[in-house]
């Protein structure tokens, strides 16, 4: 498929999640809206905290890295399994129902949040077993290694790749922000991100984040 354009006719969005990361949960809820407001689609694809930090974790603190080994390799080993099975239409769907009880009902990445969710869904109870199996490692690292070089390695989830100025795609972490703007935010945001992705050169802009994800 083109970078540059959906079987559909609209402009491509490509965002690389962890269902984990509440950060990248505000991002896509932001994109479902600009969704509605331009011809936008949204390409959805998996990334991992576990896989990005990896050869790091000595450097992080027990807490985060606890986190790292012991809860970040379920969720997106689920998703990648039931994208292998049941193709790329189930990403979306399947990343929203993990999120809203993830974050926004305050369940976290238990493997009853994960069932439920596979249920929400309509998608087989069993593919929750893939939680603990990496029988898909392959295939999650393949998709994870594709959003990271498109963006670089110093950053985290998520990452969107939008078309730049030549129609080749410009990738960056973020936009971070909280809450998800909605309507007409919503489109400004997108279409000021569309713009500085059309600046040759442009890379960063940042501030301290003082406030925490406002899960509405």
Known sequence: MSDNSTA????PADFWFDPLCPWA???SRWMLEVE????VEVRWHVMSLAVLNENRLDELPDEYRDMLENKA?????VVIAAQQKH????????????????????????REA???????????AELADYADSDAYDTELRASH????EKVGQDVGTPV???????????????????????????????????LVASIPGFYEIKRTRTQGPIFD
Request: charged share 20%; proline share 9%; glycine share 16%.
């Open 114 to 124: 994960i069932a439920a969710a596979l249920k929400d869904v309509g998608l087989p």
């Open 73 to 77: 390799w379920g969720p997106v080993r």
């Open 145 to 148: 290694r594709e959003g990271i």
């Open 160 to 194: 969107i790749a939008v078309p730049g100025a030549d129609g080749e795609q410009i990738a960056f972490f973020g936009p971070v922000v909280t809450p998800a703007p909605k309507g007409e935010e919503a489109a400004k945001l997108w279409d000021g991100t569309l």
């Open 36 to 39: 509605k407001v331009r011809d």
């Open 8 to 11: 559909t006719g609209k402009t």
């Open 25 to 27: 949960w505000m991002t």
């Open 87 to 110: 193709g790329d239409a189930v990403v979306g769907p399947l990343y929203t129902a993990l999120g809203t009880r993830f974050h926004n009902k305050g369940e976290g990445p238990t």
